[in-house]
T-cell receptor
C-alpha cells in the first residue's frame, strides 16, 4: 500500500524565518508528487514534481524531488503570517488518475 | 475558467439518515475523485470516476457510494450515517493524460449529530 510521511507535523516560526518541510514516500508505481496548501478551505495546488533534481519555484516557495531517496522538500523563505496553513504532500501512485495518497500534513504557524 | 464546485457547503444530518453531495468538475475535466478529510485520519481517498465508470475505490464501507453523469458531474452518497462520518468531503477533478494536476473544490462540511 502506498505511504506518505511528512515531518515535522507542526512548526511554529516567526516572520522572516525560513522553513523546510519534508515528505518521504513509498509507492509501487510513482507518477508524481504534489504539494498543496490548505487554509480553512480546499487544498490549493502549489507544485507538481515528476523528475529528480529539478527545483520548482514560485515566489518564496520552492520544492525539489529526490526519486532515488524517495523524498521531497518544500522550502519557504522569508515567511509571512499569510503562510500559516497546513501543507500537504501527496503522491500519485499511478494506479489511476485522481487517486492521491496524502501525508498527515505539516501545520505551519507563522507569528508576527 | 470556473473551478471545482461542490454543494452543499455545509450540512447537518442525524444518525441513520442519508446524504447526497454534488460536485461539478472544471470544464473539460472528465476524472472526478472524492476524498474524506478528518482531523484524525487526514485526507483519505474514497473513489474516482471517469466517463461514468468507477475506476478506483478506497477502503470505505459500502455505505459510501458515488456516481458520475454524462456531463462529468458527480454525486456521492452516504447512507445510514454514523457520527464518525462527520468530516469535510472534498471533490477533485483532473484532465486526462500524464502531468495533469488535480484541483480540489471547497468541500462539503458534514456534521452528523
Amino acid at each position: 500500500e502506498d505511504k506518505v510521511v511528512q515531518s515535522p507535523l507542526s512548526l511554529v516560526v516567526h516572520e522572516g524565518d525560513t522553513v523546510t518541510l519534508n515528505c518521504s514516500y513509498e509507492v509501487t508505481n510513482f507518477r508524481s508528487l504534489l504539494w498543496y496548501k490548505q487554509e480553512k478551505k480546499a487544498p490549493t495546488f502549489l507544485f507538481m514534481l515528476t523528475s529528480s533534481g529539478i527545483e520548482k519555484k514560485s515566489g518564496r516557495l520552492s520544492s525539489i524531488l529526490d526519486k532515488k531517496e524517495l523524498f521531497s522538500i518544500l522550502n519557504i523563505t522569508a515567511t509571512q503570517t499569510g503562510d500559516s496553513a497546513i501543507y500537504l504532500c501527496a503522491v500519485d501512485g499511478g494506479t489511476s488518475y485522481g487517486k492521491l495518497t496524502f501525508g498527515q500534513g505539516t501545520i505551519l504557524t507563522v507569528h508576527p | 475558467k470556473a473551478g471545482v464546485t461542490q454543494t452543499p457547503r455545509y450540512l447537518i444530518k442525524t444518525r441513520g439518515q442519508q446524504v447526497t453531495l454534488s460536485c461539478s468538475p472544471i470544464s473539460g475535466h472528465r476524472s472526478v475523485s472524492w476524498y474524506q478529510q478528518t482531523p484524525g485520519q487526514g485526507l483519505q481517498f474514497l473513489f474516482e470516476y471517469f466517463s461514468e465508470t468507477q475506476r478506483n475505490k478506497g477502503n470505505f464501507p459500502g455505505r459510501f457510494s458515488g456516481r458520475q453523469f454524462s456531463n462529468s458531474r458527480s454525486e456521492m452518497n452516504v447512507s445510514t450515517l454514523e457520527l464518525g462520518d462527520s468530516a469535510l468531503y472534498l471533490c477533485a477533478s483532473s484532465g486526462t493524460g500524464a502531468g495533469n494536476t488535480i484541483y480540489f473544490g471547497e468541500g462539503s462540511w458534514l456534521t452528523v449529530v
